[in-house]
């Protein structure tokens, strides 16, 4: 299980971390907002940190554009991630804690921006890794489903000048002639730099 802060350090200071988990606490219902940092070691007894197993289930359900997964895959996949889990104590614990819900031989996460902001920090890395370009060319491309995904990326990264330079790379492709297609790409990677200007408001981009 990551600690707390393993987990904080992933952020690139204090105010991001405060700014990803609010976004992340207004989409679930019941949560205000509110309960978020309290201080540097504690971020409050509603967020859940685990292992990198999290992180693999759910860019393995997210990838598939689907909002749930048969147990048989979750439990293979929560292997190859971590070659000595035990499947059914990580099960227990994330069902006890109310990260994923059981649906028959189906198992899902209990609301779907947990799913987005894990399958973001699974991704968390290079800028040039295979996967995140992918999900950036299918949603500059047309599809909504990556938006959120992008969004928590942009606050884990942490580095708004190197992001701004790889978004201009990726709309290239999109942007090589005239047309509805391109002008949709622009408009969508005009969001992705307006959410990163929103979450970094003093970077030089």
């Known amino acids: 299980m990551t600690t707390v802060q393993e987990f904080a350090d992933t952020f690139p200071n204090e105010t991001v971390l405060q700014q990803a988990l609010a976004k992340l606490l207004t989409k ?61 104590i990580l099960r227990s614990e994330l069902l006890r804690d109310g990260l994923i819900v059981q649906m028959g031989s189906m198992i899902g996460f209990s609301h779907h921006s ?39 990326y942009i606050d884990l990264a942490g580095k708004p000048q190197e992001t701004l330079k790889w978004i201009d790379e990726r709309l290239k492709r999109f942007t090589r002639y005239s047309g509805a297609k391109s002008a949709a790409a622009r408009e969508r990677a005009l969001l992705l730099k307006q959410h990163l200007v929103d979450s970094f408001p003093y970077a030089k981009c």
């Open 28 to 88: 679930i219902p019941g949560h205000s907002g509110v309960q978020i940092l309290q201080g540097s070691q504690e971020l409050g007894k509603d967020i859940i940190f685990y292992t990198p197993a999290a992180f693999g289930i759910a860019a393995t359900i997210h990838r598939g554009n689907r909002r749930e997964i048969l147990e048989v895959e979750i439990s293979d996949v929560a292997r190859e991630v971590l070659r000595d889990c035990n499947w059914k």
């Open 114 to 152: 947990f799913q987005e902001f894990l399958t973001a920090r699974y991704l968390l890395g290079d800028l040039n890794v295979a996967q995140l370009t992918e999900c950036c060319d299918e949603y500059l491309g047309g599809s909504d489903w990556w938006q959120e995904v992008l969004y928590f």
